[in-house]
C-alpha cells in the first residue's frame, strides 16, 4: 500500500513538473513573439511617419519622376476623375 501511495506521489510530481516546464516554454515563445513584434512596430512606426513627411515625400517623387499635374479638368462634379490637358 506504500509503494503504491509513493508511486502515485511520484507521478503527480512528475506531471506537475512536466507541466510547469511546458508552461514556462509557452511563456518564453511569447515573451520573444512579443519582442519581435513590438521591434516590427518600431520599424512600421518609422516607415509611417518617414511616409508622412512631406519633405520624404517630396524626395519620393523626385527620385520616381514625377511631375506635379497642372491644368486638370474634372470629369465628374465629385472630383473624383481629372483629365488632364
Do not use: W
Not at 32 to 43: A, D, N
Amino acid at each position: 500500500m506504500l509503494l503504491l501511495l509513493c508511486l502515485g506521489s511520484l507521478f503527480y510530481y512528475i506531471s506537475g513538473s512536466n507541466a510547469a516546464a511546458a508552461d514556462e516554454y509557452r511563456l518564453s515563445a511569447l515573451r520573444q513573439e512579443i519582442i519581435r513584434l513590438t521591434e516590427e512596430r518600431g520599424i512600421l512606426e518609422s516607415d509611417k511617419s518617414s511616409m508622412e513627411n512631406p519633405a520624404a515625400a517630396a524626395l519620393f517623387a523626385r527620385h520616381q519622376q514625377m511631375v506635379e499635374a497642372k491644368d486638370i479638368v474634372y470629369v465628374f462634379e465629385n472630383n473624383n476623375v481629372a483629365l488632364q490637358k
